[in-house]
């Protein structure tokens, strides 16, 4: 463990911006480094409005309450709901804070019940033309295979999927790394 001097010393040789990630990250030191981080940046005669401000430049530094919600499932009404109710601006009232929350894997999973319901609902219609009664028969059967389907497969590439982006501290909403 350092001392109050070697970090001293240390510190003395970092960055501005360095500092300031120190100090905007406390929860990451200990309250030793912090402490001389703040000193530090004080001593550079930087207003404490400036430190007070800075935003951390670790984009993908993931908090603690999304890690709390980046693998919570969608409940089984609102794969129901997602899957019957294709419409967008209808579909937003019902998806609409996913993002803002950091609901990750809802988020997917919402796009992934949308996507098969548009499907299931065109095939429906097609193996239907002689007998409409047929339609939502063909249709329910589409939904218990997309939930099969997501549940036993496709929920676990994609809660594999996103700890691997999590250890690798990448972005989550990226479906492209």
Known sequence: MSTNAELTE????FETCDLLEIVSNKDDWTPLAYDIALKELKHRKLPDEDINKYQSVLKYRHS?????????????????ILYIIWVPKVRRYFTYDF??????????????YWVCGI??????????????????????????????????????????ELQR????GKDLWDPFR
């Not at 890690?67 to 609102?78: E, G, R, S, V």
């Open 165 to 168: 982006k999590m250890s690798e």
């Open 64 to 80: 603690e309450q999304l890690l709390k919600n980046y693998l919570l499932d969608l409940n089984i009404i609102q794969k129901m």
């Open 119 to 160: 499907v299931a609902f065109i095939s429906s219609m097609f193996l239907s033309l002689k007998n409409f009664n047929n339609f939502f028969v063909i249709w329910g059967i589409g939904f218990a295979i997309a939930f099969l389907f997501d549940l036993y497969y496709n929920k676990k590439r994609q809660c594999t």
């Open 10 to 13: 240390l510190y003395k040789s």
């Open 99 to 112: 993002m803002e929350k950091d609901y990750v894997l809802k988020e997917q999973q919402a796009n992934y």
